[in-house]
């Protein structure tokens, strides 16, 4: 039933380690979306994909890596962990529409993972 | 660039209180408005939205109008609940902007019901 899932929930890993968090909705839509939230809950993109196609990489360091295997999933790996990626990472999903797949389409949101770099 | 300012805070109010949270914004073209709501522990949940001049987005008692005029879209509810406690943000989307692939979110503001 859940619409969009990731996994972990939770990760805890150390410093300069490589990790990957999954993402899969169950939706049909076209587009989907990672987003980062530190810990004053401030939210900002770092990359959306449309039909398996990098659309944004909002100046995200190249140690983030997408990969979007099919339209259903968009994974996220990161190399050489570091202590300010320290965050909450959302997954989010939406349908592409006319006038862009957000103008008309909610973005629906995963539960997130919580990324805590030692 | 596109930006969205909603007010600082935490805001704790008690049960059936008027609310309001303000939001203004600066965009390029001509963007779709929302606002989103997080509950403790979840992801986020769009709660109304509004995508032209004049339009007024509701939900659970919640509303906002689109201004065009001062650029706003300030949430208002007028009896908040306990269960209405969380984290509520503004965002834009705008498509002539070239942004209409992702939101672009205010900082959040925590609201706190008490019985």
């Known amino acids: 039933d859940t619409a969009v899932s990731q996994t972990p929930k939770y990760l805890v890993t150390q410093m300069g380690n490589d990790k990957s968090i999954k993402c899969e909705q169950n939706?049909?839509?076209?587009?989907m979306y990672w987003y980062k939230q530190d810990s004053k809950k401030f939210l900002k993109i770092m990359f959306s994909?449309?039909?398996?196609?990098?659309?944004i990489n909002e100046t995200v360091p190249n140690r983030f890596s997408p990969k979007s295997p099919d339209k259903a999933h968009l994974n996220l790996h990161i190399n050489s962990l570091e202590l300010g990626d320290s965050a909450v990472y959302f997954c989010?999903?939406?349908?592409?529409?006319?006038?862009?797949?957000?103008?008309?389409?909610?973005?629906?949101f995963g539960p997130g993972t919580r990324l805590t770099v030692t | 660039g596109d930006s969205v300012t909603q007010m600082e805070g935490p805001v704790t109010l008690s049960e059936e209180a008027f609310l309001t949270i303000n939001c203004t914004y600066t965009?390029?073209?001509?963007?779709?408005l929302f606002w989103y709501v997080q509950y403790p522990g979840e992801g986020l949940q769009l709660l109304l939205k509004?995508?032209?001049?004049?339009d007024k987005g509701s939900n659970k008692g919640f509303e906002a109008t689109y201004r065009k005029e001062t650029t706003s879209f300030h949430l208002e509810k007028g009896s908040v609940q306990v269960s209405d406690s969380a984290v509520y943000f503004c965002?834009?989307?705008?498509?002539?902007?070239?942004?209409?692939?992702?939101?672009?979110f205010g900082k959040g503001t925590l609201l706190t019901v008490n019985p």
């Open positions: 939706l049909g839509h076209d587009t």
């Open positions: 994909y449309n039909n398996k196609e990098l659309i």
């Open positions: 965002a834009l989307s705008d498509p002539l902007g070239g942004s209409n692939y992702k939101l672009t």
């Open positions: 965009a390029t073209g001509y963007p779709s």
């Open positions: 989010a999903s939406s349908q592409e529409g006319q006038g862009g797949p957000i103008s008309n389409y909610e973005q629906y």
């Open positions: 509004a995508t032209k001049a004049d």
